[in-house]
């Protein structure tokens, strides 16, 4: 009996067949290769559809960042959503396309060791021990603090230079 109230209840689930929004990435496959028109759309992917995420894509693109960039200050802001999906639908052409996302490298300010041993000297979070880098690189005469902070930590002057590059 349980048994078939469990698969009753599977079979109620299947049924409805729950539907998730469409991605960026099937927005971008829309508008370029399957070429489907917005009033196919559903409401929820009508709604999911980002003209700023759309043109951030399509500016990875070498080949479309002079077109994203003629179209930007239509598309962000005076044109609704349905018209700029619409504008790049009639634009681009009918191809599978390919762009490497492009981010930013993560550069660290200061060395990671020397971040650790102002942390640890004054027992503050790192993101607190870069503000006290930056303020001990601010002159020469807290420059020389921090040196004699690294030298009680057994620092030699090969290494401090090391570390304050």
Do not use: C
């Amino acid at each position: 009996m349980n048994v078939d109230l469990l698969t009753k209840n599977l079979d109620q689930l299947k049924a409805k067949k729950i539907t998730k929004p469409a991605t960026i990435f099937d927005h971008l496959a829309n508008i370029t290769w399957k070429k489907k028109p917005w009033s196919e759309l559903t409401e929820l992917d009508q709604k999911s559809f980002s003209p700023y995420l759309i043109n951030r894509w399509l500016s990875m693109n070498p080949d479309l960042i002079e077109i994203v960039d003629m179209f930007q200050q239509y598309t962000i802001g005076p044109l609704n959503k349905k018209h700029v999906y619409q504008l790049y639908f009639d634009v681009l052409p009918k191809a599978k396309m390919f762009a490497r996302y492009i981010k930013g490298k993560k550069m660290d300010k200061y060395n990671k060791e020397l971040v650790t041993i102002i942390g640890n000297h004054y027992q503050i979070p790192k993101s607190e021990a870069e503000e006290y880098i930056t303020i001990f690189l601010s002159n020469s005469d807290t420059i020389d603090n921090l040196v004699t902070i690294l030298k009680l930590y057994g620092k030699t002057d090969k290494e401090i230079k090391g570390l304050l590059k």
